[in-house]
């Protein structure tokens, strides 16, 4: 069972930086990759971005390219997603989601963490 945790969201304004973390516990020995997610008020959750656990491959959405990065601390179990360039659009609760196999869905959710930004 991998247990996950986000943090990092806030209150920030249109074109500043935030950076989220997402710190995993329990079987993370068997993770192969991270995501993040993102659900904005009366839309479906959609994908933000991933990263592989191991070889540190990388994929993002099209709305993110050129302003966030992801990131992972193996030795703290940790991804990280850089905000940058935040726009009002970004304002969504943001989650981390974790997948035991290189296919298929993700096996595990965070609680998430809101990103408000302000004009």
């Known amino acids: 069972q991998v247990h996950l945790v986000e943090s990092g969201g806030g209150l920030v304004q249109a074109g500043d930086s935030l950076r989220l973390s997402c710190a995993a516990s329990g079987g993370t020995f068997s993770i192969y990759g991270m995501g993040w997610f993102r659900q904005a008020p009366g839309k479906e959750r959609e994908f933000v971005a991933s990263i592989t656990w191991s070889r540190g491959s990388t994929g993002f959405a099209d709305f993110v390219k050129g302003r966030f990065t992801i990131s992972r601390e193996n030795a703290k179990d940790t991804v990280y997603l850089q905000m940058n360039s935040l726009k009002l659009e970004d304002t969504a609760v943001y989650y981390c989601?974790?997948?035991?196999?290189?296919?298929?869905?993700?096996?595990?959710w965070g609680q998430g963490t809101q990103v408000t930004v302000s004009s």
């Open positions: 989601a974790a997948r035991l196999r290189r296919l298929g869905s993700y096996n595990y």
